[in-house]
């Protein structure tokens, strides 16, 4: 992808997150650094990949580099024009994009990838969503994955302690480590301080 349209893709983003950062939950794409500590369990030659909100597709292009030539990735984005943009830009036939939530991937997907994904990737900003759906998106990875298969997550450090909505006008704390154990029995987490902000990638084994 060209320097242009990387700056593309990055204005694009920053502008969804001023009109509705509730959704992107943040106002940049995700640093090089946080991106190779999502797909490290991305299996090479991967063949059925799901990813949960695929943005302008900065970590899209990094999941396909790593599949099969004969894969397909299926990026569900609740937002039509990051959507759309990040089709363009990314411009890969593996790629099958989904306008949807993430909560109802596994009626939104061919039913031959229920159960047999081999991985299950997600950038959705769990903090700012009702608690009902972020338990809605765990299950929906567990009944995407395969046995064995892994879900990986990311959420950013300063949650913990201090958090805004604008959507809601509202500062709160959200700890994702606890919410990710009580679903995830087989869990491990790594933190990534280069990104702005600092994060926590989670990597959960489905059982």
């Known amino acids: 992808m060209s320097v242009r349209e990387r700056a593309s893709g990055a204005v694009r983003f920053f502008k969804r997150g001023f009109e509705d950062f509730d959704t992107t939950a943040s106002f940049v ?32 292009r990094e999941i396909l580099a790593r599949m099969s030539p004969h894969g397909k990735l299926y990026a569900v984005e609740l937002d039509s024009s990051l959507l759309e943009g990040s089709v363009r830009s990314v411009n890969d036939p593996r790629m099958i994009p989904i306008f949807g939530s993430a909560v109802d991937t596994a009626q939104l997907v061919p039913p031959e990838v229920v159960g047999n994904a081999q991985a299950v990737v997600s950038s959705l900003g769990l903090s700012l969503m009702p608690e009902e759906i972020r338990v809605g998106i765990m299950q929906a990875a567990r009944d995407l994955l395969a046995p064995g298969a892994y879900f990986t997550q990311y959420a950013y450090l300063h949650a913990r302690w201090f958090a805004y909505s604008p959507a809601r006008k509202q500062w709160f704390r959200w700890n994702a480590m606890p919410f990710m154990r009580a679903h995830w029995p087989r869990l491990a987490h790594t933190m990534v301080w280069p990104n702005v902000p600092p994060a926590l990638v989670f990597s959960a084994r489905n059982a």
Do not use: N
Request: with cysteine.
């Open 29 to 60: 794409p995700s640093s090089r650094w946080l991106v190779e500590a999502m797909i490290a369990h991305v299996p090479l030659g991967a063949e059925c990949v799901v990813e949960f909100g695929s943005g302008t597709g900065t970590l899209t």
